[in-house]
Every structure is written in C-alpha cells, then in structure tokens.
Nanobody, 124 residues
Framework: QVQLEESGGGLVQAGGSLSLSCVASGRTVSSLAMGWFRQAPGKEREFVAAVSRGGGQTAYAESVKGRFTVSRDNVKSTVYLRMNSLKSDDTAVYYC?????????????????WGQGTQVTVSS
C-alpha cells in the first residue's frame, strides 16, 4: 500500500506563488508515476500535472502550463508542485496521486493512490 501526504497549501494573493509537497511512503517511490489534481467546490476533480518515474518527463493541463512546475526527488520520496502567477481560478483542494503503470496519465481513474488533499486559496 502507498501513503501520500500533501503539505504546503494556504492562502495567497493573486499573482503570488506557492509550493506544494507530497511525501510518499509504503513503496519504492521510483516505481511510481506521480500526478497532481485539483478539485474546486462544485466541480469535478481535474488533472493539473504529472511527472514520470524518473522525473525526466512532465505533463501539464493547458490552464497551468507556463505557470506551474512539477518535479520530484526520489531520494526524499517527495514530489513538488511549484505554482507561480496564481489566479483566483486556481483555488481548489490539491491532491497528490500515484500509479504504478508505465507512462504518465491524466485521468483520475488511472491513479491508484491518493493523498488527503491540501487547500489552496487565491484571493483576488
């Protein structure tokens, strides 16, 4: 079983920056592809970013491309999401997720493990 724990959420003004972290345990993290998703009130959970097992490949939703950066440190079993130029539309609960399949995935249903989420609120 894999446990994921996010941290780093909070309140930030529009235009500001925030960094999220996700620590994985219970399985060798280098065997897992990782992703970030978010869910705003009244909306479905949506893909934000993904990173391959070794960290060499990344993928982003169009809405965050150029503003967010996903990375990972397998030695620390940690995945990061750096968020710049934040907008009020970025307000949501952000979830870390993982799967053991090859390749990066963008669908919620393709991820096997989920964290509890961390709230990000962007004030305008």
């Amino acid at each position: 079983q894999v446990q994921l724990e996010e941290s780093g959420g909070g309140l930030v003004q529009a235009g500001g920056s925030l960094s999220l972290s996700c620590v994985a345990s219970g399985r060798t993290v280098s065997s897992l592809a990782m992703g970030w998703f978010r869910q705003a009130p009244g909306k479905e959970r949506e893909f934000v970013a993904a990173v391959s097992r070794g960290g060499g490949q990344t993928a982003y939703a169009e809405s965050v491309k150029g503003r967010f950066t996903v990375s990972r440190d397998n030695v620390k079993s940690t995945v990061y999401l750096r968020m710049n130029s934040l907008k009020s539309d970025d307000t949501a609960v952000y979830y870390c997720a993982a799967h053991g399949r090859w390749g990066m995935r963008t669908d919620v249903g393709e991820y096997d493990y989920w964290g509890q989420g961390t709230q990000v609120t962007v004030s305008s």
